[in-house]
């Protein structure tokens, strides 16, 4: 099984500045990443998938990279609605997918 | 707009059978693979099993093989993830996906269930 590890566990940012998560695989898996937004009491929301690609309608401050073990996903300038927790989540071998442990980003 | 409607909170004991439903629209619902995961109180995600509603082609997490039945009926469009006797380390939310052509991706997810199992 291909083990996901996500850090750090929080990451505390003010509004405006950068926040940059990071996710690595226990053996690579190419580009085969996403990204997932999690608010409190809501579903995940799809990010990023294939490690960079952005979903249509989703911010730009928003961007994913990395491939084989080591990605990041990189949120340019932290608005109130980007306090979340985060997962990344690999989709190597059809149909397994597994998932970090997640990031929170809060509020500094 | 494509969304995922899923059906609402349970509180169940163990020994008890359940079956939730996660109902589709605004797309073909046989077109696309349709997952679930379930997220345990407090913890992170997991994928539990995927359908393709078009054959019932059905797929399950090693780890939950046996422990789950997932099923579809497409003259509905809905998905069904059932338990047929449930246990107290059941409980969380369960949460419906479509999925991506490229993989295991939820792109559109059900708001979620919350399953309480409890003597």
């Known amino acids: 099984e291909i083990v996901m590890t996500q850090y750090p566990a929080t990451l505390s940012v003010s509004p405006g500045e950068r926040a940059t998560l990071s996710c690595r695989a226990s053996?690579?898996?190419?580009?085969?990443l996403v990204w997932y937004q999690q608010r409190p009491g809501q579903a995940p929301r799809l990010l990023i998938y294939g490690a960079s690609t952005r979903v249509t309608g989703i911010p730009a401050r928003f961007s994913g990279s990395g491939s084989g073990t080591d990605f990041t996903l990189t949120i340019s300038s932290l608005q109130s609605e980007d306090y979340a927790v985060y997962y990344c989540?690999?989709?190597?071998?059809?149909?397994?997918?597994?998932f970090g442990q997640g990031t929170k980003v809060d509020i500094k | 707009e494509v969304r995922l409607v899923q059906s609402g909170t349970e509180i169940k004991q163990p020994g008890d059978s359940l079956k939730i439903s996660c109902k589709a629209s605004g797309y073909t619902f046989d077109t696309y693979w349709i997952a679930w995961a379930r997220q345990m109180p407090g913890k992170g995600l997991e994928w539990m099993g995927v359908i393709y509603p078009g054959d019932s082609d059905t797929r399950y997490s090693p780890s939950l093989q046996g422990q789950v039945t997932i099923s579809a009926d497409k003259s509905i469009s809905t998905a069904y993830l059932q338990w047929n006797s449930l246990q107290a380390s059941d409980s969380g939310i369960y949460y419906c996906a479509r999925l991506l052509v490229q993989g295991i991706i939820g792109d559109s997810w059900g708001q979620g269930t919350l399953v309480t199992v409890s003597p």
């Open positions: 053996q690579s898996i190419g580009n085969s």
């Open positions: 989540q690999q989709y190597k071998n059809w149909p397994i997918g597994t």
